[in-house]
């Protein structure tokens, strides 16, 4: 009914499966009359670390359903994205954020966590889960990519994830010894 994951230990075989077949029982009133209905069905399962594989996606962008207007996605950013760090202009960003922005933000925020979290070390750049680009040379030295980062320093967060409707962006720089992410932007396409 939750849409989630059944979580069990694996003490036997029964349990060494990546989805659960079940029934799902619910009470439907018709014409005043209250009645039991059943149906067969499939639910995530998961008792070792492997069955989470085929949830990957699902775990990725759970949460972000429940996202009702930016300030909410602001005030909710530490919990969903452990892995994005938001400087204090993008945090007002997105408390500001255009109610048609705010599921295709916190979607593409949590493809970008995702891939920071299984990002190795050994690689260069995540293996992105939504479409990220780095601006060219020419739009790094104009100035309209710099902000002031945390420590003070001033720096060019030339990278960025697109998110639709419109030419929406979120720009960051990486932290490769961290393996993290800071947001500097969160909006319209910066011109």
């Not at 996606?57 to 429940?66: M, P, Q, R």
């Amino acid at each position: 009914m939750s849409d989630g994951l059944l979580v069990s230990f694996r003490t036997s075989s029964a349990w060494d499966v990546e989805w659960m077949e079940g029934t799902r029982a619910y009470l439907v009133e018709s014409d005043g009359d209250i009645q039991l209905m059943s149906e067969d069905v499939q639910v995530r399962h998961g008792s070792v670390e492997s069955h989470l594989d085929p949830h990957l996606d699902w775990v990725s962008l759970a949460g972000t359903a429940d996202v009702e207007s930016g300030a909410d996605l602001q005030s909710k950013r530490k919990e969903m994205f452990t892995k994005l760090k938001f400087l204090p202009r993008a945090e007002d960003q997105l408390k500001q954020l255009d109610s048609r922005w705010v599921a295709p933000v916190a979607q593409t925020l949590a493809l970008m966590n995702r891939a920071l979290v299984e990002w190795s070390p050994t690689s260069s750049h995540p293996s992105w889960y939504t479409h990220v680009t780095a601006d060219s040379q020419s739009r790094r030295d104009d100035g309209l990519l710099d902000f002031r980062d945390f420590d003070g320093a001033t720096r060019t967060f030339h990278t960025h994830a697109r998110f639709t409707p419109g030419a929406g962006r979120i720009h960051f720089r990486l932290d490769a010894s961290t393996r993290t992410a800071t947001v500097a932007h969160v909006g319209q396409k910066l011109v």
